[in-house]
């Protein structure tokens, strides 16, 4: 299995092949998973996905990424999640974030540390391998919380031991919000990855990608993944 692209997609068309992708695993498993990114760029998607009809309530929704923030915070992929996707049709979906609140204070590796451990037992009730993991990608080629020579990124796409799906994680910039964000083995034992991208930088980032696996370009790793498909939707 390899990459596949869609020319001129809309909101609309992704959504409705995630849709459909997601009935076929609730036909097959009876429950179906399906993780998201945030940022501004899945509003569009999102607000076209939860209008789906599909049975919503055998749907379990998480993250690809999280920033370390309050809920109530504009940086938050949680609340972005619960105000443009699990509305409508989709309030029926089963939403697991990676936190519901912060520890105070929050801000100390042990912090990081006890949130990681609460969201990888969080995520490990899901149904897994995830049915499809919706990314993004920056114009640093950067996908999840996965950023190029950031602190624990060759770990984040090496490692291999059993559960290792979620894990601490840092924007390269020293003022960045921590994050934490599915490991590289999470994303790539999705059985579908779906890739919208929008604007000619990032069309050009990601030819670059797709050419061959590079580490200094994160989405190249997942584009190189052989073991389930990525359909990538051009707009």
Request: contains cysteine.
């Amino acid at each position: 299995m390899a990459v596949t692209e869609h020319l001129d997609a809309t909101p609309a068309a992704v959504a409705a092949h995630i849709a459909a992708a997601l009935r076929g695993a609730l036909a097959v498993r009876g429950q179906a998973s399906l993780a998201v990114s945030g940022g501004k760029s899945p509003v569009a998607l999102f607000e076209a996905l939860r209008a789906q009809a599909l049975d919503w309530a055998r749907v379990h929704v998480t993250l690809v990424d999280e920033r370390v923030v309050p809920r109530e915070h504009p940086d938050s992929n949680t609340a972005l999640v619960a105000r443009h996707l699990l509305q409508e049709r989709a309030a029926a979906a089963r939403f697991a974030p990676f936190f519901d609140a912060l520890p105070q204070p929050c801000d100390s590796q042990q912090a990081l540390d006890a949130l990681v451990h609460s969201a990888t037992a969080r995520l490990a009730a899901l149904p897994w391998p995830l049915d499809v993991a919706v990314l993004g990608m920056g114009e640093d080629a950067h996908t999840a919380s996965l950023f190029p020579g950031a602190p624990g990124y060759q770990h984040a796409i090496t490692t291999s031991a059993p559960l290792a799906w979620v894990l601490p994680a840092q924007a390269p910039t020293p003022a960045a919000h921590a994050r934490i964000s599915l490991s590289l083995q999470a994303l790539l034992a999705a059985r579908e990855r779906v890739l919208p991208l929008a604007g000619g930088a990032k069309l050009a980032v990601y030819r670059r990608a797709a050419r061959r696996a590079d580490p200094a370009l994160p989405v190249s790793l997942v584009l190189a993944c052989t073991q389930a498909p990525t359909s990538v939707w051009i707009g």
